[in-house]
């Protein structure tokens, strides 16, 4: 038991991951499936964080600590700190081409606007 | 291939997956003991190093400031795509997409407050984009605090008026000109014999807003990259859902 | 003093794009394009001067001037050794092509064409150069981005933006796919650079490092394309205009296969140091399926872009398979062959894109017949079809020539016949495909092909009607790309290098002196390559014949007798595999799913 309560945050992680990949699988609305997309990367973020994650730590941030201070890891705050921003962007995008198919097309669901087939 | 039969070879494939990565995870280090020598290295010599008391901004613009730099084109990039697909071709009749209203149906009481909060908003986002190198925040942060202050003009009045208060030339050359300067501030140290992004300006005094050199400074470019990137995604979708009319070149 | 060499192929072009991006609106066609192709040259003539300089001592470069401190590397890193300047070169000399080729007359999107191509460069520099896991990751999404906006040209249709939605869903699983696994591998060794990853992990090979590698390689096996992550890509390049599926075909979807191989020779070199047979067979398996996937497609295709696009499937995993034999002479050979089909399959999609220009479609039922007139377009077809065969003076035929001896000296001498028979099929396929939409188009001989649903989509064509002229500038880039492939053939020093250049990146132990001291230590001379020349050449010219003969079976169906008609039976219904390439988002994402199951129990089951 205690060892899955050490890895707890892990699993998390995965059945986030599990989400995404069923909610894509199984979509029937584009624009589901680039939120979709937003619930895979928001099981990396859950797995950075977890990793990072030192019980007792401080924040990162010396401005009224004294440096020397066990903290928690800054490098993966700082690593998903900039991701979050420019995925928000590129979702952007992705909904642009949705909006786009939409107008032409007057269809949202990828079944209906099955026009690459092999 | 029919949706059932789509989903039943997903639920063999993926808990398998699944399986896999959670006994990959049992492996991992026991959560909430970190352990790894990156992180404590720098908590340890960023405050002496560079003057800045926030690591995780040091990291972001000076350690690893080549990272932040793609990180800034690919936010760069995706706002040219997005400009690019929902451009308007001409000669190409244009239909809006949705019929969404030109003002957006909010109550009188609601428009009252929203005065108020778009001048907390852009102090608050000015405060953030200032204090990148000192407490959480920097230039990201600090551009979609500040975009989201003028996404609130929109709220408050309508997209005509969201539109004389952000001038799309303008944004649009503020954002090249924010990520350019990025790469130039990375390509002076080149012109003395140092790597590239290499923190050259004055380290200050701890503590002060003038401090950490490149730091601010980088933080303060992609403040003004982030809040005309946000500003022209905004303009973009609002052209293309809203008004459906051509905009004047 | 540290040389701005290594820096500079990442500089120029993200400034350029900034500055384009600026002047945007008051720049006029002309000057934009003349200042896209300053920039991309000068990008191109500095990873050149780059690689003169890497093939006498590999540079590596610290970005912030962080160097590592004992054996913790603080900032990033750019190792440029031989083989990553090469990579830097050739993508800038394609960009460059490429951006020579839509010189004024492409649409380029309000202008914004050319600052894209150009943040294209500077991310796949960067993505080859660098030393750093994430930043590897950051350069994946740049590049993936880059990608995503510039399918976005064509939006009159509604097939284009089903075409790049598929491709932007696909990719960006990819890149949370090896997001993840560099978080896992973060974990066990508190480090992002690969230098010290790879020495920290050391021998491990327990469940968590497999599982981190089936993460890595199957996010970057997505972005090469092999099956079954490989559903994307005809998509996007139906979709892509032609000067961006040069770039794709050409070196983006090599740069998956790169990627894991660097990630092998670095971080994951010693664990499989006891189970490389099996990691072997299992690389074997995945790409033998793509090449068979990717080869019989290719023939069913009629849509001439789709068809080039399978073909680069069908070749990408026979780099995969040459990879799989392991050992630094099947690295020289995968990057021999992978220059090479650079340029043939850059040649191909250039003639394509003159075909699109002057005949309006790219659909091989209505050009039948038309390309009468254009005699020159023809020869270089069918001169890039050869070349897909590895016939004779193609320096893909260099890879054929090598692969016994890499075989040799992986010890695996008895497999290399199924190998060579797997490097016929694909030259066979790929250039019969080619050759049948030759004799279709410029001789008109034949009855008019079979028709399916894909070559319907159609293509609107990227240029203005009025200006149906074919300028002699648009055959400059298809002709460099021949000429390079068919000189490379004879230039034996090209070999030598790349062979050394091979040896240095499977060397774990020299990559990390190098990037820790910053000296290199001299390596083992490299086995000696017994060039099998004489029998690659009559291989090749075997697998034209056959081809020629595939291509005359479809053609000239209606004159034959039943039993012969092979050509006409693969081309026909194949239920199965066209059902499969479905064209939904979700389909794709499942097969990616069952790919990562497949593999990842492999790689546990077999190498634990």
């Known amino acids: 038991m205690p060892h899955i309560l050490h890895s707890l945050p892990y699993f998390v992680a995965a059945w986030l991951f599990f989400c995404g990949l069923y909610g894509l699988v199984t979509s029937r609305h584009l624009v589901h499936s680039v939120i979709c997309l937003a619930i895979l990367q928001s099981s990396t973020y859950v797995l950075l964080l977890a990793i990072g994650y030192r019980v007792g730590g401080a924040a990162p941030i010396f401005a009224d600590i004294a440096p020397g201070v066990l903290t928690v890891d800054p490098v993966v705050q700082a690593l998903m700190l900039t991701d979050v921003v420019v995925e928000a962007v590129v979702v952007a995008l992705l909904l642009a081409m949705v909006v786009k198919a939409y107008e032409k097309s007057g269809c949202v669901s990828p079944s209906e606007l099955r026009t690459m087939r092999g | 291939m029919t949706d059932r039969l789509r989903l039943a070879i997903f639920l063999v494939a993926g808990p398998v997956f699944m399986g896999l990565y959670c006994y990959a995870a049992m492996n991992l280090p026991p959560w909430g003991q970190y352990r790894g020598p990156y992180g404590d290295m720098i908590a340890k010599l960023a405050v002496y190093e560079r003057h800045a008391t926030d690591t995780v901004n040091a990291i972001n613009y000076d350690y690893r400031g080549f990272d932040t730099l793609g990180e800034e084109f690919i936010l760069f990039t995706a706002v040219i795509g997005v400009m690019m697909l929902l451009r308007r071709e001409k000669d190409v009749p244009t239909s809006p997409a949705g019929k969404v209203a030109d003002r957006p149906p909010l109550s009188e009481s609601v428009r009252a407050v929203i005065s108020p909060a778009l001048l907390i908003t852009t102090i608050f986002g000015f405060y953030i984009g200032l204090h990148g190198q000192l407490t959480p925040g920097g230039g990201f942060q600090a551009g979609v605090i500040l975009a989201s202050a003028a996404i609130l003009v929109y709220l408050a009045a309508n997209t005509e008026a969201f539109k004389r208060t952000t001038s799309h030339v303008a944004v649009e050359v503020v954002e090249a000109i924010g990520a350019a300067s990025y790469a130039l501030i990375g390509i002076v140290p080149l012109l003395i014999g140092l790597p590239l992004l290499t923190n050259i300006l004055p380290l200050g005094v701890t503590g002060d807003v003038l401090s950490a050199g490149n730091i601010a400074l980088i933080s303060a470019c992609v403040g003004v990259e982030v809040t005309a990137a946000f500003l022209l995604v905004a303009y973009t979708y609002l052209e293309e859902i809203v008004t459906g009319e051509i905009p004047e070149e | ?608």
């Not at chain 3, 160097?67 to 050739?90: C, E, K, N, Q, Y």
């Not at chain 3, 495909?433 to 008109?444: D, E, I, K, L, S």
């Not at chain 3, 490299?526 to 020349?533: F, L, M, T, V």
């Not at chain 3, 039976?569 to 990562?596: C, K, M, N």
Request: glycine share 10%; hydrophobic share 55%; net charge neutral.
């Open chain 3, 1 to 608: 003093m540290t040389s701005p060499l290594p820096a500079l192929p990442i500089a120029l072009p993200l400034l350029g794009a900034g500055l384009l991006a600026a002047l945007r609106k008051w720049l006029s066609r002309a000057a934009a394009d003349s200042l896209s192709i300053a920039v991309a040259a000068s990008t191109l003539i500095s990873s050149l001067l780059l690689l003169s300089h890497a093939l006498q001592h590999t540079q590596v470069y610290w970005f912030g001037n962080w160097h590592p401190r004992g054996s913790v590397v603080l900032g990033i890193t750019f190792v440029a050794d031989p083989v990553a300047a090469g990579l830097s070169s050739l993508a800038g000399l394609l960009v460059f092509l490429a951006l020579i080729f839509s010189w004024r007359f492409v649409d380029s999107g309000a202008n914004h064409y050319h600052a894209l191509m150009l943040v294209f460069l500077a991310a796949m520099d960067g993505f080859v150069l660098t030393g750093d896991l994430f930043n590897m990751f950051v350069f994946f999404e740049l590049m993936s981005t880059a990608a995503f906006a510039l399918c976005g040209l064509k939006t009159q249709e509604p097939a284009p933006l089903q075409g790049s939605f598929n491709f932007a869903v696909t990719n960006t699983v990819a890149a949370f796919l090896v997001l993840t696994g560099i978080a896992l591998l973060y974990a066990v060794t508190g480090a992002l650079n690969m230098a010290q990853i790879g020495l920290a992990l050391g021998g491990r090979h327990d469940p968590l490092v497999l599982f981190a590698f089936t993460l890595l390689t199957c996010g970057f096996f997505i972005k090469a394309a092999i099956a079954p992550f490989h559903f994307w890509l005809p998509d996007a390049h139906a979709v892509a205009p032609t000067s961006v599926c040069v770039l794709f075909s050409g070196l983006m979807v090599e740069l998956g296969l790169y990627a894991v191989v660097r990630l092998k020779s670095v971080i994951f070199q010693q664990t499989f140091a006891s189970g490389e047979t099996h990691l072997r067979y299992i690389l074997l398996a995945f790409g033998g399926a793509t090449i068979l996937i990717g080869g019989v497609m290719c023939y069913a295709e009629h849509h001439l872009k789709r068809l080039l696009a399978f073909s680069t499937v069908c070749h990408t995993g026979l780099m995969l398979v040459i990879f799989a034999i392991q050992g630094p002479l099947a690295i020289a050979v995968m990057l021999v062959y992978l220059v090479a089909h650079a340029f043939v399959k850059s040649s191909l999609f250039f003639v394509s894109g003159i075909m699109l220009h002057r005949l309006r479609s790219i659909s091989e039922n209505v050009l039948f017949g038309r390309g009468r007139p254009l005699r020159w377009t023809a020869a270089l077809w069918f001169l890039g079809g050869i070349g897909l065969a590895a016939g004779p003076c193609f320096s893909t035929m260099l890879a054929d020539a090598g692969m016994s001896s890499a075989s040799e000296e992986a010890g695996i001498h008895g497999l290399s016949w199924g190998l060579s028979w797997l490097f016929m099929f694909a030259g066979v396929m790929t250039c019969a495909a080619v050759f049948r939409v030759g004799m279709h188009t410029f001789a008109g001989w034949g009855d008019a092909p079979i028709t399916d649903r894909s070559a319907q989509v159609g293509e609107l064509p990227e240029t203005e009607a009025e200006e149906q002229k074919v300028f002699w500038y648009h055959f400059v880039p298809p002709l460099v790309c021949i000429l390079l492939a068919i000189a490379l053939t004879f230039i034996p020093g090209w070999q030598y290098g790349v062979r050394e250049a091979a040896a240095r990146v499977y060397d774990q132990p020299a990559y990390l002196n190098m990037v820790y001291t910053g000296h290199s230590i001299p390596l083992t001379a490299p086995r000696s390559w017994r060039n099998e020349i004489p029998g690659a050449a009559i291989r090749g010219t075997i697998a034209v014949l056959l081809a020629l003969c595939l291509a005359c079976t479809s053609v000239f169906r209606g004159k034959l007798a039943r039993g012969l008609r092979i050509g006409a039976f693969l081309e026909g219904p194949l239920t199965i595999l066209r059902a499969v390439q479905s064209g939904h988002p979700g389909d794709y994402v499942l097969w990616l799913t069952v790919g990562l199951a497949v593999f990842g129990s492999a790689t546990l089951i077999i190498l634990r």
